[in-house]
């Protein structure tokens, strides 16, 4: 809350809003001396989900055409009148 005395037109508290602004001023700068800013570590972080995610489908597909008895995948596979895939 600001103050004004009756004799003065500006406020009581200039020093604390210098004090404020210094510490948000330094406070812009620590941000700005990271490493590595947040949003380069987000855009990071959805690259690798969606690796993640591609490698998961990647894997899903192989399991589905893959050899029950060898676990390799079937190139050229054939389904025997008895609906048992080869």
């Known amino acids: 809350m600001m103050l004004l ?5 500006r406020p009581e508290n200039v020093n604390e809003d210098e004090d ?7 406070d812009i700068q620590e941000i ?6 947040i949003k380069v570590a987000r855009a990071k972080s959805n690259k ?7 490698k998961s489908i990647k894997e899903q597909l192989q399991r589905g055409f893959s050899c029950m ?3 390799e995948v079937m190139v ?3 389904t ?4 048992h895939n080869l």
Do not use: D, G, H, R
């Not at 690798?48 to 591609?54: D, H, N, P, S, T």
């Open 5 to 9: 005395s009756p004799n003065k037109a």
């Open 76 to 78: 050229s596979p054939v």
């Open 20 to 26: 404020n602004k210094a510490s948000f001023l330094s």
């Open 69 to 71: 008895i060898c676990k």
């Open 48 to 54: 690798e989900i969606k690796k993640f995610q591609l």
């Open 80 to 83: 025997t009148p008895c609906a």
């Open 32 to 37: 700005y001396s990271l490493p590595k800013p």
